[in-house]
């Protein structure tokens, strides 16, 4: 199986701040690659997909990037709303396997 | 607007089983890949299988093979989870979401159902 391996687990910001987060994929994955954010007693939401596509609706402060196996997910500019947790996904290969999420937090 | 909406969720007995379904609407069903994931209280996601458009082709993680079963009924709109043999660690939330454009990734996920196994 493809273990994916995000850091940091835990970050600290302010709103304002532009944060990076990054996921690893124990062996290539080539593009296939999607960020989720969850909320509290929420379902997940598509962010982005294919490594760096936006899904449509998300704010173009999320970017994506990355491929083979190192990801990144930028979010600039942040708002209150973004402090969530996130998770990274990949589709390569069955089984689909996520990464075990970055908590973001208010500082 | 694609509505994904789970139901089935409930407290039952290790050893026991239960069946999940999602009503889909406002997209076309039969034409999607669908799947389901995992979350226990606290915890990660976890997919858990996803099924091809024509019921043809499923997939499962090690964790379930054997004991879930995924499959659809098209004419109803309607995705279902058998679950068998249940253990506490399939204790969780239950998504229900369709595979996106991108041939593997979740683009809309239900509300989730609560799934407890204890005696």
């Known amino acids: 199986d493809i273990q994916m391996t995000q850091s940091p687990s835990t970050l600290s910001a302010s709103v304002g701040d532009s944060v990076t987060i990054t996921c690893r994929a124990s062996?290539?994955?080539?593009?296939?690659l999607a960020w989720y954010q969850q909320k509290p007693g929420k379902a997940p939401n598509l962010l982005i997909y294919?490594?760096?596509s936006l899904e449509s609706g998300v704010s173009s402060r999320f970017s994506g990037s990355g491929s083979g196996t190192e990801f990144t997910l930028i979010i600039s500019s942040l708002q209150p709303d973004d402090f969530a947790i996130y998770y990274c996904?990949?589709?390569?290969?069955?089984?689909?396997?996520f990464g075990q999420g970055t908590r973001l937090e208010i500082k | 607007e694609v509505q994904l909406v789970e139901s089935g969720g409930d407290l039952v007995q290790p050893g026991g089983s239960l069946r999940l379904s999602c009503a889909a609407s406002?997209?076309?069903?039969?034409?999607?890949?669908m799947g389901w994931v995992r979350q226990a209280a606290g915890k990660g996601l976890e997919w858990v299988a996803n099924?091809?458009?024509?019921?043809?082709?499923?997939y499962y993680v090690d964790s379930v093979k054997g004991r879930f079963t995924i499959s659809r009924d098209n004419a109803k709109n309607t995705l279902y989870l058998l679950m068998n043999s249940l253990r506490g660690d399939d204790t969780a939330v239950y998504y229900c979401?369709?595979?996106?454009?991108?041939?593997?990734?979740?683009?809309?996920w239900g509300q989730g159902a609560l799934v407890t196994v204890s005696s």
């Open positions: 979401a369709r595979v996106g454009r991108a041939a593997g990734d979740f683009d809309s």
């Open positions: 406002g997209f076309s069903f039969s034409n999607s890949w």
């Open positions: 099924i091809n458009p024509g019921a043809s082709e499923s």
């Open positions: 062996q290539s994955i080539s593009t296939w």
């Open positions: 294919k490594a760096s």
């Open positions: 996904q990949q589709y390569n290969v069955y089984p689909v396997t």
